[in-house]
């Protein structure tokens, strides 16, 4: 299913509290995309990229 670029995107949670000035945190999908380096690769360098950051298993 192709989501539309004009969808709002809130986030859900976040590592660090920050205040709320009254203004809600969204974004449109097609910003997020056109402003997210990662998500401009192919489908293929996308899974390449997300690979190599996962840490090596630990040694039980």
Do not use: R
């Given at each position: 299913m192709a989501l539309k670029s004009k969808l709002v995107v809130y986030p859900s949670h976040i590592s660090n509290p920050i205040s709320f000035d009254e203004k809600l945190i969204c974004n449109t999908l097609g910003d997020i995309?056109?402003?997210v380096?990662?998500?401009?690769?192919?489908?293929?360098?996308?899974?390449?990229?997300?690979?190599?950051?996962?840490?090596e298993t630990p040694p039980n």
């Open positions: 995309k056109n402003n380096e990662i998500l401009q690769l192919n489908e293929e360098d996308f899974i390449n990229n997300l690979l190599q950051k996962i840490p």
